[in-house]
Each structure stands twice: as structure tokens, then as C-alpha cells.
């Protein structure tokens, strides 16, 4: 076994579109929609989750990561947890830093246990967070680390990731809670280039982002369908739902590579490819 310090080099991110290496996955074998805490779930809550096509999409999903060169790490899948598909909240990866988070939902309390055996198993080095924080609400685009304010992160958690992370500025962006984390309202597809649903985001917060990115924005219903929730995995190529059509056709006409993949299962639960995805080392 590699020793930390070792382990610890192999765990980088320092934006959301470098070359993806190292990702953490989950399959959704036990995925349902039980208690609701979105919209997307008040939706298709009677309807719930065809977990047999939630896992065909899901696969698909993990090939086409590995035919890119991306080493998939996978979780184990708990009966005890309906929402443990959604990687990406109980932990991220800030520099060489990984945070464990504390969830805000009980249905989704102890998620994070198996994120921390997996990162004790490799000694790789891990930090809890001291406070309600979630890791679609962390967005990091090299030396700046923009954060949702919401009911599930909070403003005692960015000071503590300021503290954590002095080379870091910590962004505050407070958005509507109703869209749930930040990444389904904002991300980031390259140093010049963001998504944007401008409705859950004050003028203030809209005008800052502008400064730093080109924005796409997102239309009402292709939010709802998780358009802004993509994942990049470097070199200008983007995951996406074929459903997405106008943000992927305004995606390719800023020089993205997008590859389509249907998760029209998984959405119904309120996140799309970056919620599925906690990335361990980006180059």
C-alpha cells in the first residue's frame, strides 16, 4: 500500500474542467425517491425511480468515463441510503485537500461513513467539515472556491474553508434553495466559460460571475431537465443529456466536445452527472 504521503499527491483538484483521472461513483441499486427535499422529487415522487433503468443509464455512464481514461472508484451501494448515487455531496476535493461533508438531510446521514472507510483503506489524508456544508454547493476554479449558501451549506462552514484553505478565496453565493445545491444553478465549463440559470441568483451575485465568465444561461426548463449540471472531464468535453438540447447546441458553439448520455432516470431525483460524480484528481 502507498503511504499518505504518496496518496496525498494523487488527490488534486484545482478546477472543474482539467482532465478528470480519479473519479468516485455509486451505483444507484437501491435508488428511490422516499422523503421529498426538492422539486424535482414533488414531481416524480408518485411515479418514483425504475432502478433497473437507472442502473443501465448509470453504467453507461461509468464506460464511457473509463473510454476517456477516467479510473472509476465505486462506493458500495447501501439499502439504507435511496440518494447515495449523488457523490459529489458528501465530499470534494479542494487542491490536494479532501473535505468529508456533513450532510444536511437525514435521509442522507451517514452517506459519508463509506467515503471515509474508502479513503482510510488507501491512507489517503481526509479533513471533516465542522459545519453543514455539501459538495454540490463547492465549485473551485483554481484559486478561487465559489460556495452556495443554502439551508444545506452554511455561512459558518465557508469561514471555516476560509480558515482551511488560506490560498484560497472562499466566494459567498447565496442563491434560491429551492434548485437544492449551487451546481444546478451554476458551473463552470473552462477559464472563460460558465452556465447560469439567472433566476435563482440575485442581479449582485449574476454581475460578479459576468466579470469572470462568459455566461450560457439556462432556460427554466432545461434546468429542471439538470442543464446546468454537467460534468467536464477536460479537454473541452462535456457531459450532458441528449434532452438538453439548447445548452448543449450553445455549448458545442463555444467549442465544447458534448457527449450525450440519456439520465432521464436519475434526474428524477434532482441531479444529473456532476452530482454523480466526486472527483479525486484532476490534471
Keep these: 500500500m502507498s503511504s499518505p504521503v504518496e496518496d496525498q499527491s494523487k488527490t488534486k483538484v484545482n478546477t472543474e474542467y482539467d482532465t478528470l483521472k480519479r473519479v468516485i461513483l455509486c451505483q444507484p441499486k437501491f435508488m428511490a425517491i422516499e422523503d421529498v427535499i426538492n422539486d424535482t422529487q414533488k414531481k416524480y415522487a408518485e411515479e418514483n425511480i425504475n432502478v433497473e433503468l437507472a442502473m443501465k443509464q448509470h453504467e453507461e455512464f461509468e464506460k464511457l468515463l473509463i473510454e476517456h481514461g477516467v479510473e472509476v472508484i465505486k462506493l458500495p451501494s447501501s439499502e439504507q441510503f435511496p440518494e447515495q448515487v449523488f457523490t459529489r455531496d458528501i465530499g470534494f476535493t479542494v487542491g490536494e485537500e479532501i473535505f468529508v ?10 452517506e459519508e461513513e463509506a467515503l471515509e472507510e474508502f479513503l482510510e483503506e488507501e491512507d489517503i489524508p481526509y479533513q471533516t467539515t465542522t459545519d ?9 476554479d483554481r484559486n ?3 460556495v452556495g449558501i443554502s439551508s444545506r451549506t452554511s455561512d459558518e462552514a465557508v469561514r471555516n474553508l476560509q480558515r482551511d484553505l488560506p490560498k484560497h478565496d472562499i466566494i459567498r453565493v447565496p442563491f434560491n434553495e429551492k434548485y437544492l445545491h449551487l451546481d444546478c444553478v451554476f458551473n463552470i465549463l473552462s477559464p472563460e466559460v460558465g452556465l447560469i440559470f439567472p433566476e435563482a441568483l440575485s442581479a449582485d451575485i449574476i454581475e460578479m460571475l459576468e466579470q469572470q465568465y462568459k455566461l450560457i444561461e439556462v432556460s427554466p426548463e432545461e434546468q ?5 449540471n454537467v460534468l467536464s472531464i477536460g479537454d473541452g468535453k462535456v457531459f450532458s443529456l441528449p434532452q438538453n438540447e439548447k445548452v448543449n447546441t450553445a455549448m458545442r458553439a463555444n467549442g465544447f466536445e458534448v457527449i450525450e448520455v440519456d439520465f432521464s432516470e436519475i434526474i428524477k431525483s434532482g441531479g444529473s452527472f456532476r452530482c454523480c460524480s466526486m472527483p479525486l484528481e484532476r490534471e
Design 101 to 110: 461533508a456533513e450532510m444536511a438531510s437525514d435521509i442522507r446521514k451517514g
Design 132 to 140: 453543514r456544508v455539501e459538495g454540490g454547493d463547492v465549485i473551485v
Design 144 to 146: 478561487k472556491v465559489y
Design 224 to 228: 429542471f431537465t439538470m442543464g446546468t
